[in-house]
T-cell receptor
């Protein structure tokens, strides 16, 4: 079985401050991990993903995430928040093959001017 | 098409009526998902189609909800006897086969359903 937990349904940061969105997963096999972003009134789009290889993954818009197997975590970070980063962010996990992808409950990021 | 296409984009229906929501996935994508997103809520998994395999219906909230996928392409989500709590955005998504192998899932813009 696989699952993903996102800590904090709402996160507020000041413009220019560090963004840290937390994601922990559970998987019986080496996982594939994703972060998706949903801007207001839009569908979700891929921000970044970890499949194999380098554990630090860089995505669009300056975001990155690090796969830490020992901590079963895949936290999303961005050094400096921008107003346009205000959105909802979803972490997701899959465990290989034809298994469906499981999404977390999402974290809404508010950026304060 | 270039992306996942959903129709209608907006639907207002009266309580008790049936509605059909359509999803046209990206050409060649054999995996197709339906999710529901209620106001202020996260993604709620509804159903998953993978090729010719039996769909995973474990997320359908009641027997009023059903979905089919014809010819391995277009999918229709049907809600019978709609209730006000069915009001939500219904998102369709697709990916290449074996989504569990790290293939990106592509989402449509959603169908906004309002039951009055």
């Amino acid at each position: 079985a696989q699952s993903v937990t996102q800590l904090g349904s709402h996160v507020s940061v000041s413009e220019g401050a560090l963004v840290l969105l937390r994601c922990n997963y559970s998987s019986s096999v080496p996982p594939y991990l994703f972060w998706y972003v949903q801007y207001p009134n839009q569908g979700l789009q891929l921000l970044l993903k970890y499949t194999t290889g380098a554990t630090l993954v860089k995505g669009i818009n300056g975001f990155e995430a690090e796969f830490k197997k020992s901590e079963t975590s895949f936290h999303l970070t961005k050094p400096s928040a921008h107003m346009s980063d205000a959105a909802e962010y979803f972490c997701a996990v899959s465990s290989g093959g034809y298994q469906k992808v499981t999404f977390g409950t999402g974290t809404k990021l508010q950026v304060i001017p | 098409g270039a992306g996942v296409s959903q129709s209608p984009s907006n639907k207002v229906t009266e309580k008790g009526k049936d509605v059909e929501l359509r999803c046209d996935p990206i050409s060649g994508h054999t995996a197709l998902y339906w999710y529901r997103q209620s106001l202020g809520q996260g993604l709620e998994f509804l159903i998953y189609f993978q090729g010719n395999s039996a769909p995973d219906k474990s997320g359908l909230p009641s027997d009023r909800f059903s979905a089919e996928r014809t010819g391995g392409s277009v999918s229709t989500l049907t809600i019978q006897r709609t209730q006000q709590e069915d009001s939500a955005v219904y998102l369709c998504a697709s990916s290449l086969s074996m989504p569990g192998s790290g293939n990106t899932i592509y989402f449509g813009e959603g169908s906004w359903l309002t039951v009055v």
